[in-house]
């Protein structure tokens, strides 16, 4: 008998019958998705359809697309309606931080009137707001300042007063002001406890602690659903017209379809800067996301140290044996 027939007459035979391991890596096959492969090609051929059909679609009217897309009333509609997102949002923002720490006071006089005011600008629709702000030279035809139930010291015109645009500015911020203190509230307690402990153990005041300690961290809950907010500002400027301001986006190009008689080419104007003015704010949004989550996730799990890692469980225990023994003849603490 050959020594390599020795060989194999000596190794033992796996138990059960079963084939030996093999010592060699084995192959990986990754699991095909037929199915997501056909979706696919499916909504690719639609998308292709339809943007085929569109590009023939005589009401479409693509030459007066191009023609009003930069019109000089269009451009100016666009500013108009950026003007107005960002005043009601600047209003929005400090009022809705106001009244989110009106509803975290332990004053019920304070937080049961920011409730009531919640309940009353989230439970109406913002339609019907700005049509009672575009009739308030109708309910109050003056402004008076002075000793409520006497003669006024000063008195103003509504009218001069107020005008279209700053009512429609003043009605979207104190709506807008309603979501914005739920979303502040919501940032406020997703900060831990502990660090308002701690801030108040190193010193610091309720400002200082919200300025430094409790913001910053509540900024990461806040900023997504804040530049949501923003975008849909955006779009409800076009709702400026039941007051009525009628220089915003929407209007203006509505009001330009009319002097044509052809809607769609106009329509169609509109989206695109509105569109485009969204695409703007959504990668700011992306950036001040990206800086307010910086060293999230980035620590890794509480877990042993590199020393304590590599010890066997005898000699952590034999370890912590003697940490004790060094405390009690100490005292205290073995550190």
């Not at 050959?2 to 084939?19: E, I, K, V």
């Amino acid at each position: 008998m050959s020594d390599s027939s020795a060989g194999r007459a000596s190794s033992p035979a796996p138990a059960g019958g079963a084939p030996a391991p093999s010592s060699g890596p084995e192959k990986v096959v990754k699991l095909r998705h037929p199915w997501r492969i056909v979706v696919a090609v499916l909504l690719l051929a639609a998308v292709a359809v339809f943007v085929i059909d569109a590009a023939q679609r005589e009401a479409f009217d693509w030459a007066s697309v191009g023609k009003y897309v930069f019109d000089k009333r269009v451009t100016q509609a666009a500013g108009f309606t950026l003007l107005l997102t960002v005043l009601s949002m600047i209003i929005g923002v400090v009022l809705g931080i106001i009244l989110a720490v009106m509803r975290q006071s332990p004053n019920p006089v304070l937080k049961s009137v920011a409730w009531v005011y919640l309940w009353i600008f989230r439970g109406t629709p913002v339609y019907v707001q700005l049509v009672f702000w575009g009739l308030l030279a109708t309910i109050y035809s003056s402004i008076d300042l002075g000793v409520p139930f006497m003669e006024p010291w000063v008195s103003f015109p509504t009218k001069l007063l107020f005008n279209a645009f700053w009512l429609t500015v003043i009605g979207l911020g104190l709506n807008e002001s309603a979501y914005m203190a739920e979303i502040v509230r919501a940032g406020l307690l997703s900060v831990d406890p502990g660090q308002h402990e701690a801030a108040t153990a190193l010193g610091m005041g309720w400002g200082k602690t919200m300025r430094r300690v409790v913001l910053p961290q509540a900024m990461r809950v806040i900023i997504p659903p804040t530049g949501n907010e923003v975008i849909s500002m955006l779009k409800t400027t076009s709702l400026a017209t039941a007051v009525p301001f009628t220089l915003e986006l929407y209007t203006r190009t509505r009001d330009i379809s009319v002097e044509i008689f052809n809607p769609i080419p106009l329509l169609i104007v509109a989206s695109i800067w509105y569109l485009a003015i969204t695409s703007v704010l959504m990668v700011g949004q992306f950036f001040l996301e990206k800086r307010f989550a910086r060293g999230v996730g980035a620590r890794p799990d509480a877990g042993p140290g590199p020393v304590t890692a590599s010890m066997s469980a005898v000699e952590l225990d034999e370890s912590a044996a003697a940490d004790a023994a060094i405390a009690a003849k100490h005292g205290g603490d073995a550190r």
